[in-house]
């Protein structure tokens, strides 16, 4: 069914580009919108004649899905709109906002839920359960089960966390509606009114999917640590350029999903003359552009690897680092001779969430060296990465 209505509303068309992602997130949410109301009216009606709390807060649930969907296309319209002066970035965290809006209508709802289900729990009533109840709750999961299907595809299909957090949405109302299933067939077959304990358990489940919901779009706004896999990708791909020794200082800034700017170090042989330098860099930076869909800016790092000596401490001073922690790593090697002995320079590279501080390992790491190398002074300029790199 998912491929079918791709078939029918989108096509084959190139799912990267901002027109069709815009198609995908109004196709998923015209279809959220019209399955919700549908389960929201069917739920109402069984929750009304059966006097069941938690089928009305169910219905409810479906009701503030229905309005997450229009949230949803809003948000996908405002993201796809061209970049303009005031916004030379585009408008793509659009979408990360209108992720955080439908976060903070689902935990509202929930809590409005959790005040009726305390308040059956203090006045109960015993539901009057039919048959027609549990077709609707029975055909309510089936279509849960369908829709976070079909928007986890979509949201693949375009990498969208707002699509992403509308799937994981839909298991939360699965398990909501198995819980007043369950409330249900108790009080059908053992005469136990469980119903306010029921909705209370519809609306506990609300407000985590809600709060779930506002951390994964919340957290692209604040500035996260960029994909693991994306950072090992750009430094696979960098290093496979001949004269390329090694990256360091990767920085992947996200202006939404179409709108990425990375910037790193790339170490050059230092006896490459610099028109040469500047026409491989730019050559990385077109590449790039195409590859990964991303505008790209690379410093240049000389490195000297004609001086063997130079190699042979630069190599003696990583396996020092590593036997400290294989989690520190250097770069920036630089050796200056002087008439008081060698001293050498470099930037020591540390996990962003490293336990211990700059200056205690800068302190461990000078003391290593000079310990095992014949070096008069060392110079560490230690850096938190902003990117998982090895």
């Known amino acids: 069914m998912t491929n079918l209505l791709i078939k029918l509303f989108i096509g084959k068309e190139n799912a990267d580009s901002p027109r069709v992602r815009k198609k995908y997130g109004f196709l998923s949410g015209m279809t959220g919108i019209a399955l919700n109301i549908c389960l929201f009216i069917g739920k109402l009606l069984a929750g009304i004649f059966s006097g069941s709390i938690s089928v009305v807060a169910d219905a409810v649930n479906n009701l503030s899905d229905a309005g997450s969907s229009i949230v949803n296309m809003v948000g996908f319209r405002i993201a796809n709109t061209p970049p303009d002066r005031e916004h030379p970035f585009g408008h793509g965290r659009a979408e990360y906002i209108s992720g955080l809006v439908i976060s903070f209508i689902i935990i509202l709802m929930g809590f409005e ?5 305390f308040e059956k729990i203090f006045n109960p009533e015993m539901p009057k359960i039919s048959v027609f109840t549990f077709i609707i709750l029975t055909a309510s999961v089936l279509v849960k089960l369908w829709l976070f299907l079909f928007n986890r595809k979509l949201g693949k299909k375009i990498n969208s966390v707002a699509l ?13 509606t198995a819980a007043v299933i369950a409330g249900m067939l108790v009080c059908y077959f053992f005469k136990v009114n469980i119903d306010g304990y029921s909705g209370l358990i519809v609306a506990v489940f609300i407000i985590i999917s809600g709060i779930k919901t506002a951390r994964e779009s919340l957290s692209p706004l604040l500035g996260q640590m960029p994909d693991r896999e994306m950072a090992k ?46 026409e491989l860099i730019d050559r990385i930076e077109k590449d790039f552009k195409e590859k990964f869909g991303c505008f790209v800016t690379i410093h240049i790092d000389p490195v000297d690897i004609e001086d063997g000596e130079t190699a042979r ?5 990583k396996d020092i680092v590593k036997n400290i922690d294989p989690a520190l790593s250097i770069h920036d090697f630089r050796v200056l001779k002087g008439s008081s002995g060698r001293s050498v ?3 020591l590279a540390l996990p962003y969430s490293y336990k211990l501080s700059d200056i205690q390992v ?15 002074e060392v110079i560490v300029c230690a850096e938190r990465q902003l990117s998982e790199l090895d």
Not at 363 to 375: G, L
């Open 113 to 117: 839920l959790i005040q009726s289900s």
């Open 164 to 176: 992403k957090a509308v799937a994981a949405d839909s298991i939360s109302d699965v398990l909501a």
């Open 233 to 278: 990708n750009i430094q696979n791909c960098a290093c496979g350029y001949d004269g390329v020794i090694g990256i360091h200082d990767l920085i992947i800034h996200n202006y939404g999903a179409e709108t990425s700017f990375v910037s790193f170090h790339a170490e050059v042989d230092s006896a490459m003359s610099l028109p040469l330098a500047h």
């Open 313 to 317: 401490l630069c190599e003696q001073v």
């Open 345 to 347: 320079i470099f930037d």
């Open 362 to 376: 800068k302190d461990m790491v000078i003391s290593e060296i000079k310990a095992s190398s014949n070096v008069s």
